[in-house]
C-alpha cells in the first residue's frame, strides 16, 4: 500500500515562508512524478508544481518566482518552498505522486491527505 504524507503548513501573515514536504511510503518500484497541487473551496484542483524523476519540472505562472519545488529520490520526498506568500496562495495543498507498484504494472496516480495552508492579509 502506497501512502504519501504531507507536512508543513499552517498560518502566516502577507510575504511570509511556509515549507511544505512529502514522502511516500510503502510497496512501488519506482515514482515517476511527484509534486503540489492546490484547491480552493467550489474550484478545481490545480497544479503548482511537478518533478520528474529526471528532473525536469513544471511551475505555475501564479506562483513562479516565489515557490520552489525540490526533489529527492533516494528519500523519496518531495518539498515546495514557498516565499512572498499572498492571500490569494490560501488553499488547501496536496502533495502528488504516480507511482509504479509493481514492474510490468502501470503508474498509478497517489494523494496526500491535504495540508492547509492560510494567508492573512
Known amino acids: 500500500q502506497v501512502q504519501l504524507v504531507e507536512s508543513g503548513g499552517g498560518l502566516v501573515e502577507t510575504g511570509g515562508s511556509l515549507r511544505l514536504s512529502c514522502v511516500a511510503s510503502g510497496r512501488f518500484v519506482a515514482i515517476h512524478v511527484m509534486g503540489w497541487y492546490r484547491q480552493v473551496p467550489g474550484k478545481e484542483r490545480e497544479l503548482v508544481a511537478s518533478?520528474?524523476?529526471?528532473?525536469?519540472?513544471t511551475i505555475a505562472d501564479f506562483v513562479m518566482g516565489r515557490f520552489t519545488a525540490s526533489r529527492n529520490n533516494a528519500k523519496n520526498t518531495v518539498i515546495l518552498q514557498m516565499e512572498n506568500l499572498k492571500p490569494e496562495d490560501t488553499a488547501v495543498y496536496y502533495c502528488?505522486?504516480?507511482?509504479?507498484?509493481?514492474?510490468?504494472?502501470?503508474?498509478?496516480?497517489?494523494w496526500g491527505q491535504g495540508t492547509q495552508v492560510t494567508v492573512s492579509s
Open positions: 518533478i520528474s524523476r529526471d528532473g525536469s519540472k
Open positions: 502528488y505522486g504516480e507511482l509504479r507498484a509493481k514492474w510490468g504494472r502501470d503508474a498509478s496516480d497517489y
